[in-house]
């Protein structure tokens, strides 16, 4: 049997090398050794007991590339690179980490998430002193739907700032009391309302009734009115037979159209094969709640994704009145092949079979084009496995992770009887495909792999007794906490680099969406955190992360259910592949150190995109925090292009035979509480300009000629920016976070606002109904003087349009004549991508996205990776097959 395709490349400046090899007559029976160090089998278990050692065979040591071709069993080496050395020096590689025996602060903790059993003391809290019935998993009828209360989030309240810093800094050995935030729809108040409540504290894993028990209600009653609630789960069931009853009258259309599948009618032999999609409608507003209602093709029961290539040119929209039984709701706007809108599905069906609608037909017969398998012929040498990297001398970062919450093995039995019963008494769905339920059964097999054994990322895993609350993390002078909640993924507290803190948070607000089209899907927006940012898929190491990178596990809810995680978030050090400096200083002497970064990733899956936060820390002080997208795009029926194929498209491109990709923005809302030098900080704003002498210093010109002053000068034009508002990073050079403290020359400390290539605001202006309710869209950094109330700029609801929320609208935060010079400071970015599609983002696309850089100006002295060890002299250990394997 011929061991795996790989290719390892190293370079090696002064070291040696030692590679193990197998014959091709070794049978199956010793086709892989343990992961010693010696290369793992094709059968790929890793499992060392089921696996037999085998003498490696030592061959010649030559320093250079080492390039190792399985397929062969041969090892090819350029030999003049560097002259042959002993192997004197060589050792094991070491799986180690940087500092694992150091005792680490457990203060952070106070940011810790919260913890399955805390999850479960909330909700059941709750449920006794009558603020919900439960959670939106009990929701199985309209009437409990409409006339119920349940939980749809819960999440940590975070601290008070000041209270909090004076715990981490030692100014105070008392920690913050911990509290809870439970998000509950209110379908049984009158009027319905969506309420968030603080609960606590929280004491040893539960909710402390003692005498200073805390009930509190964070916003206003009807400030989140019940039509802008979100769109959770099977909180929406109720719709799915209103969409197939009118789905029926259209049966022979669907038929028609698609060549022969129909959906909603007993004479529809495949109910599986088309996939509706609801989303919020931009008329929506306090009052009124209308829902598209958008149709796929999904052949031979596509996985999700995929059939949003394949649209159907068939939709219609629902007006809610949640005083009347959804039977009664109005259908209003059928369109059908960008004719209509017609006021009934009868007067559509009617003009349909009397020949006076022009018609669509989607292809049928071949839906390959739609799949990521491979097409042959497979690229010349792509059946190479592609170059890794690995720590040979043992990782430089150290993990410590909570331990103080209950393991989802540790719930009580009680908790389980409880599920158990809910689900044999579950009202099942009717039978559909849709996104809400989608992401349900995602949730659901997330919990299930969570407690699977994964043989290969086992070995990454840095989980033994962790909680999955919170994990701190420490690496070339850089500190801080991640963890992850449903509000806003991926979330990062007191950041510090060289001991000082540069970000007491960082956190996602909003993944924004919307669409171009000159039909119905003119209409589609998302404002993703409907489905929860912090809905983490499972990573695969060599694809999300590489394949040596530590595994952390993440607690999440759903519904009745909380567990455990332990492969949603990935830590490691990744190399460039170039220099973070570099000089000649002669021929012979070049100096120069490379450029690593330590990154922190998570993947949330929502419906046909992929959403990748990654924090990136360098070794220079500098931070990246950037959002890449991938996944399938939403297509639209060709005619949603507007013009004619000989004309160039205003709303997207052909992609395939009757199938459009269209026009869409992907804007990202992030809160920055940044404390740069201090609590003190001041935004300002630098635009290289041209002028006089006397225009850019204020005084007329020394030591220059009439004739030199003439020529002007280039110059930087510096604005303070002293209110409350927004600024685009198009208009200035440089947009720069300043302390009061000076360095050594004088200067002012500060760190720079560095943006990836960006848009600069949302075109929509800002009166339509989407812009009044996301004014944190409209400028790529906008300041506001900190305050614990104003915690989040976005609430998680697809229909959050047409009536801003006070407490979740940034345009609010800044109405006040709050002073923002030398004050303690919060920073909403924003930054995103317009994506006009093209024929290679099918059938995915290459992931591409955006974000933005700190970097240190005037901070230190002197540049600060001065204090880094120059490595290039020492010798590595090379381990062809290392344990990753």
Known sequence: M??????????????????????????????????????????????????????????????????????????????????????????ACDDSFAGASVTADSREDIFNQLSVSEYYSLVDFAKRRGLADGTLDG????NLAMNSNYVVFAQLFDPPKLEALDYLDGVTSQPPKRYGILTIHRGASSPRDVMQWKIGPLRNGAVDVSD???????????????????????????????????????????????????????????????????????????????????????????????????????????????????????????????????????????????????????????????????????????????PISFHTSGKRYSIHSSTGGRRLDEVSEQHKQQHAERINTTKVAPDEWHISNHLRERFKEAKRQASKEQSKMNRNLQSSGADGTGHKVSWMGWTFHVSSDQMHGLVIRNLKFKGERLAYELSFQEYFASYSSSGSAAGVFYLDSNWEIGALSPLVLGVDCPEDATLLPIVQYYGDEAWVSS???????????????????????????????????????????????????????????????????????????????SETPAFGTQVRDNVAGLLHDHVIGVKAD??????????????????????????????????????????????????????????????????????????????????????PSQVLPPDHPIGKTTGWQYQNVAITRQKDSERKCAYPSLFNVGTPIPSFDLRAFQQGDDSVVDEDLVFWLMFGAEHYPKAED????????????????????????????????????????????
């Open 212 to 386: 200073d028990l805390v009930i509190e209600k964070l916003v206003a009653d009807g400030e989140i009115p019940w039509s802008m609630r979100g769109q959770y789960g099977g909180a929406e069931w109720y719709l799915y037979s209103k969409i197939f009853t009118q789905a029926a009258k259209l049966a022979d259309i669907f038929r028609a159209t698609t060549g022969g599948y129909c959906v909603g009618d007993s004479s529809c032999d495949y109910t599986q094969d088309i996939m509706y999609h609801t989303s919020g409608n931009m008329n929506s507003n306090s009052t009124h709640r209308i829902t598209n209602v958008n149709f796929f093709l999904r052949p031979n029961g596509a996985s999700y994704g995929s059939p949003f290539l394949m649209p159907i040119p068939i939709s219609f929209q629902l007006v809610e009145d949640p005083e009347q039984d959804p039977s009664e709701w109005q259908v209003i706007n059928y369109e059908y092949c960008f004719q209509g809108p017609f006021r009934t599905a009868v007067g559509l069906t009617n003009r349909f079979n009397s020949g006076l609608l022009q018609t669509c037909t989607l292809p049928n017969s071949n839906f390959d084009w739609t799949l990521t398998d491979s097409v042959e012929p497979i690229r010349e040498d792509s059946r190479i496995k592609e």
């Open 139 to 142: 929701v199985t009828s309209w």
């Open 674 to 759: 940044l404390d740069v030098g201090g609590l003190r900080n001041t935004l300002m704003a630098g635009k290289v300009t041209y002028g006089t002498y006397e225009e850019a210093t204020g005084r007329p010109p020394n030591g220059l000629s009439a004739a030199d002053a003439s020529l002007g000068v280039k110059y930087m034009d510096w604005t303070t920016i002293d209110t409350e508002r927004g600024i685009s990073a198009k208009d200035y050079n440089s947009i720069v976070i300043t302390s009061p403290t000076t360095n050594s020359w004088g200067a002012k400390r500060g760190y720079e606002i560095v943006f990836h290539s960006t848009i």
């Open 842 to 885: 099918v059938p995915l696309v290459s992931n591409f996205g955006s974000g933005f850089l700190l970097k240190p100006r005037n901070m230190y002295d002197r540049a600060a990776f001065e204090d880094l060890s120059d490595n290039r002299n020492t010798q590595h250990p090379v381990c062809v097959a290392p344990s990753i394997f």
């Open 2 to 91: 011929k061991i795996a395709s790989w290719l390892l490349l190293v370079t090696w400046p002064s070291s040696c090398v030692v590679a193990t090899v197998q014959d091709d007559s070794i049978g199956s029976a010793q086709d892989s050794t343990t992961n010693n160090g010696n290369i793992r089998g094709s059968n790929g278990s890793g499992n060392a007991n089921e696996e037999e050692d085998l003498p490696p065979r030592k061959l010649q040591q030559y320093p250079g590339m080492l390039s190792f071709s399985p397929e062969s069993n041969r090892i090819n080496m350029r030999r003049d690179f560097k002259p042959r050395q002993s192997d004197s020096g060589c050792s």
């Open 567 to 645: 492969d949603v978030l990935c830590i490691f050090e990744q190399p460039y592949g170039e220099a973070m400096w570099r000089h000649g200083f002669s021929y012979n002497d070049i100096g120069g150190l490379p450029r690593t970064a330590l990154q922190a990733r998570v993947v949330s899956t929502m419906g046909n995109y992929d959403y990748i936060p990654t924090l990136s820390l360098m070794p220079d002080g500098v931070m990246e925090l950037k959002l890449e997208m991938g996944g399938y795009l939403q297509g639209g029926y060709e005619n949603d292009l507007g013009m004619p194929k």
